[in-house]
T-cell receptor, first 115, second 108 residues
Framework: KAGVTQTPRYLIKTRGQQVTLSCSPISGHRSVSWYQQTPGQGLQFLFEYFSETQRNKGNFPGRFSGRQFSNSRSEMNVSTLELGDSALYLC??????????????FGEGSWLTVV | AQRVTQPEKLLSVFKGAPVELKCNYSYSGSPELFWYVQYSRQRLQILLRHISRESIKGFTADLNKGETSFHLKKPFAQEEDSAMYYCALRGSQGNLIFGKGTKLSVKP
């Protein structure tokens, strides 16, 4: 079974630009969540989508947004990029229900550098 | 507050020595806890789930509700265990709350 796939793996953007990151979950998984990983703050939850609806949201500004498509694939968008947005953005998927099988699996991440 | 604390940023041991990576949590209710591992240049991957009481690669972790701890242990460390280890708590909204991680270095 293929794992969580994220594209692009690396990208460099300029302050003020916007960026869109893409994620394909494990087949059969309906929940997709996004995390930001930085050396200073560690791993922080951005938001979760389930069946095309945002189900949960972390404490990030409105510049960070996302969506999920009917095939469970997800995108996240960051507008008006700031230097502090430089980070590894991780996508994770799970089947979205309760119990032991709701383990969350991570992709390799998209490295974003803002200059 | 829902929080995970990993007090050690770095833990260095010799091959064959026992390892204990500490994790403490704060959560109201019944916690669901995990250990994730990130080897160099690899994705974050699940190592242990407390709910399944499994042992993976010789690692075990026991949930101690009295001490609000979920320490990761291995009796004999191997060089290939060198990695970043993250303790995580499933929050009340379903998302994972991570500790800052502990870098384990196993010396030959």
């Amino acid at each position: 079974k293929a794992g969580v796939t994220q594209t692009p793996r690396y990208l460099i953007k300029t302050r003020g630009q916007q960026v869109t990151l893409s994620c394909s979950p494990i087949s059969g998984h309906r929940s997709v969540s996004w995390y930001q990983q930085t050396p200073g703050q560690g791993l922080q939850f951005l938001f979760e989508y389930f069946s095309e609806t945002q189900r949960n949201k972390g404490n990030f500004p409105g510049r960070f947004s996302g969506r999920q498509f009917s095939n469970s694939r997800s995108e996240m968008n960051v507008s008006t990029l700031e230097l502090g947005d430089s980070a590894l953005y991780l996508c994770a998927s799970s089947w979205g229900g309760q119990g032991i099988e709701n383990t969350i699996y991570f992709g390799e991440g998209s490295w974003l550098t803002v200059v | 507050a829902q929080r995970v604390t990993q007090p050690e940023k770095l833990l260095s041991v010799f091959k064959g020595a026992p390892v204990e990576l500490k994790c403490n949590y704060s959560y109201s209710g019944s916690p669901e806890l995990f250990w994730y591992v990130q080897y160099s240049r690899q994705r974050l991957q699940i190592l242990l789930r407390h709910i399944s009481r499994e042992s993976i690669k010789g690692f075990t972790a026991d949930l101690n509700k009295g001490e609000t701890s979920f320490h990761l242990k291995k009796p004999f460390a191997q060089e290939e265990d060198s990695a970043m280890y993250y303790c995580a708590l499933r929050g009340s909204q379903g998302n994972l709350i991570f500790g800052k991680g502990t870098k384990l270095s196993v010396k030959p």
